[in-house]
């Protein structure tokens, strides 16, 4: 993005490595795909990772059940083994020599639920000092059986650390 850009104009890519398959005697249709280490966003340097999957199973002993994620499930779902191990959508982005961008987000759709969250994380370390801000946010509405479960949280913090000769004095609030 944008097409047809020169290379220096670039300001994402995004390439898939993408498998399909279909197979009647199973009964099902699996399809998979997952960044490849090409992708990036804003700088060659933010990469971009994980993955996607739609399974649907139309006969045999799964009939009836599909997934489709992207990114992977919430931290408190298990998902049957049948289900496909999907990565985490994320970037990781190593904006400096001491400033870091990470982040994550998943979905996905079963029978039996719906999911989503998100997590972004900021890192500062410089000598003796370090700082770094941390949001998230986990959702899962399940309706077999009915109930819901929400996460959301912020951290924001602050480092100090002196040596002095044989002492060392530190500081830390979050």
């Given amino acids: 993005v944008p097409p047809l850009a020169e290379p220096g104009q670039v300001i994402a890519c995004a390439e898939l490595a993408l498998r399909a398959v279909i197979r009647f005697g199973d009964g099902s249709i699996k399809v998979e795909a997952r960044l490849t280490e090409n ?9 971009l990772t994980g993955g996607f999957a739609f399974y ?8 009836g059940d599909f997934v489709v994620t992207l990114g992977g499930y919430h931290p408190a779902f298990r998902p049957p083994a049948h289900y496909p191990a999907v990565p985490r959508l994320g970037i990781h982005w190593q904006v400096s020599g001491e400033l870091s961008i990470t982040g994550e987000l998943y979905f996905a759709l079963t029978p039996s639920c719906l999911m989503a969250g998100g997590k972004l994380c900021a890192i500062f ?12 946010a986990d959702f ?35």
Avoid: D, Q
């Fill in 39 to 47: 992708s990036y966003i804003f700088s060659k340097a933010c990469r």
């Fill in 56 to 63: 649907l199973w139309f006969s045999g002993e799964h009939a």
């Fill in 125 to 136: 370390k410089s000598g003796g000092i370090e700082a770094w801000f941390v949001a998230y």
């Fill in 140 to 174: 899962l509405l399940s309706w077999e059986p009915l109930y819901y479960t929400a996460r959301m949280g912020i951290s924001i913090g602050v480092a100090f650390r002196l040596n002095v000769g044989f002492f060392t004095i530190s500081f830390r609030l979050e």
